[in-house]
């Protein structure tokens, strides 16, 4: 890649001198900007200020070790999904291991060839591009998301007054209608039907009084006055005179005559 196609900053942290000036000239020359620090809460407290695109981070440092830098780098929202590079002189596979668990994205081992390092770095540089590139997404269609409900709770409620106008005309009708018989007819779900009586209407709902009690959360049919009133029972209770008052919440009215729903 053109050095002058790269704008991506690299943070590299060791506490030695020498390593510090061959990382810099090496990845200058490959056009990256790069920031060196000799101490860990150096580089904590510059990627605060401005952060990096990606950090090599030296294990065995003197105050703060590598790991304990990334897990405070992890531990920050704000820092905490800068790409972290293990640069260490110790093989062991639990030392790589455990700058993983810390946070890390990669470890490599001292001595190491530039290719090698030059080859992660783009890896995980790519890596990062396309994370937030999908967060931007993400978040791009989540507005577009909001937008459009936002528009259509606005249609809604636009057209709603109307609607509740229309519907209050026809549920007052119907009110009217089973309010004028008291008489009516109940049948839950296989039982054979019952009659009851019809002690109150709501807009959503019945009082009926029947001589057995019917179960909660039963769904019922009650036949009245010409219309076919389909609801579950919400409450029912035995009365002083040994019948039970039960409380229908009304799911569908069918007028039997025209069979139609109103």
Same mark, same amino acid.
């Given at each position: ?10 943070? +590299? ?10 990382? *810099?000239?090496?990845?200058?020359? *490959? ?9 860990? %809460?150096? &580089? ?14 030296? +294990? ?11 897990? =405070?780098?992890?531990?920050?929202? !704000? ?9 260490? &002189? ?22 190491? =060839?530039? *290719? $090698?390092?030059? &080859? ?12 937030? $590139?999908?967060?931007? =997404? !993400? ?5 577009? +998301?909001?937008?459009?409900?936002? $528009? ?10 109307? +609607?509740?106008?229309?519907? #209050? ?25 019952? *009659?009851? =009586? ?6 959503? #709902? ?23 009133? !389909? ?28 069979? %139609?729903?109103?």
């Amino acid at each position: 890649m053109n050095p002058s196609d790269k704008s991506q900053c690299i943070m +590299v942290v060791d506490d030695q001198p020498g390593n510090l000036k061959l990382m *810099e000239g090496m990845l200058r020359q *490959e056009g990256y900007e790069v920031r060196s620090f000799s101490s860990g %809460r150096m &580089a904590l407290a510059a990627a605060a200020h401005q952060q990096p695109d990606l950090i090599l981070l030296d +294990v065995n440092m003197p105050e703060m070790s590598g790991y304990e830098v990334c897990a =405070q780098l992890k531990s920050d929202i !704000n820092l905490s999904e800068i790409p972290v590079i293990f640069l260490s &002189a110790l093989h062991d596979t639990r030392d790589k291991v455990k700058g993983l668990r810390a946070g890390g994205v990669d470890y490599i081992a001292k001595p190491f =060839q530039f *290719e $090698e390092v030059y &080859a992660r770095i783009e890896t995980h540089l790519k890596l990062r591009d396309s994370q937030q $590139e999908l967060k931007l =997404q !993400n978040r791009l269609l989540e507005e577009i +998301v909001d937008s459009r409900t936002r $528009e259509l709770n606005e249609a809604q409620d636009r057209l709603l007054p109307g +609607v509740d106008r229309r519907l #209050g005309v026809e549920r007052r009708k119907e009110i009217r209608m089973v309010s004028k018989p008291k008489a009516a007819t109940l049948a839950v779900a296989a039982r054979m039907p019952i *009659e009851m =009586q019809v002690t109150d209407v709501s807009r959503n #709902g019945l009082g009926i009084v029947t001589p057995s009690p019917v179960l909660v959360g039963s769904s019922v049919v009650v036949i009245c006055g010409g219309l076919t009133i !389909n609801g579950t029972v919400r409450h029912c209770r035995p009365t002083p005179d040994g019948k039970h008052a039960a409380g229908i919440l009304i799911d569908k009215i069918v007028d039997t005559c025209v069979g %139609r729903k109103i």
